[in-house]
């Protein structure tokens, strides 16, 4: 349940539970940051399918919500047509680091870190991150790594 909150709140890493541990009057106690990666480090593929579904479900009421205060979002254009349905956007960005830990390494920006490749919809939900390593370039890897992320976005339940 921390986690969950941990989430809701903003949070985007394990520390950031100091957070609700530091408003104890509000939250009570708080799992501590070896407690919770031992959480995470324990699920499984038939908790992690709950946990998809549960996004997901999650994901398509606050659509709904949208599009009932604030009206539907406009169709992505490509090539000044409209284009109908949900348009995965998959990109890469680059993650800089300041040590060679978790297999950070040179990337060909001449920075150091990770190459993630992202899937997300229009309206800015991120369904999948990849982690590549800081030297990934486009390359016919790189154009099979799209297609995985892609297939693995439309199929883990996210949308």
Same mark, same amino acid.
Do not use: N, Y
């Given at each position: ?24 009057? !509000?939250? +009570? ?9 031992? !959480? ?5 593929? @038939? ?22 205060? =604030? +009206?539907?979002?406009?169709? &992505? ?6 284009? &109908? +349905? ?9 993650? !800089? ?18 190459? @993630? ?14 982690? =590549?390593? +800081? ?25």
């Amino acid at each position: 349940m921390d986690l969950a909150v941990m989430l809701a709140d903003g949070g985007e890493a394990i520390a950031d539970l100091a957070v609700l541990r530091h408003q104890a009057a !509000l939250f +009570g106690p708080v799992a501590s940051d070896p407690t919770a990666w031992r !959480l995470l480090a324990d699920l499984d593929e @038939p908790m992690l399918a709950e946990l998809r579904a549960a996004r997901a479900a999650a994901r398509e009421v606050a659509w709904a919500q949208h599009t009932e205060t =604030r +009206g539907e979002l406009p169709a &992505p254009t490509v090539a000044d047509q409209q284009v &109908p +349905g949900l348009v995965l956007d998959v990109d890469a960005s680059i993650v !800089l680091c300041h040590s060679d830990k978790e297999s950070a390494t040179r990337t060909w920006k001449k920075t150091f870190g990770f190459h @993630p490749l992202c899937a997300e919809t229009r309206r800015v939900t991120t369904l999948f991150r990849s982690r =590549r390593h +800081g030297q990934t370039q486009s390359s016919c890897q790189s154009a099979c790594q799209h297609c995985g992320v892609v297939r693995i976005a439309s199929t883990i339940g996210q949308i």
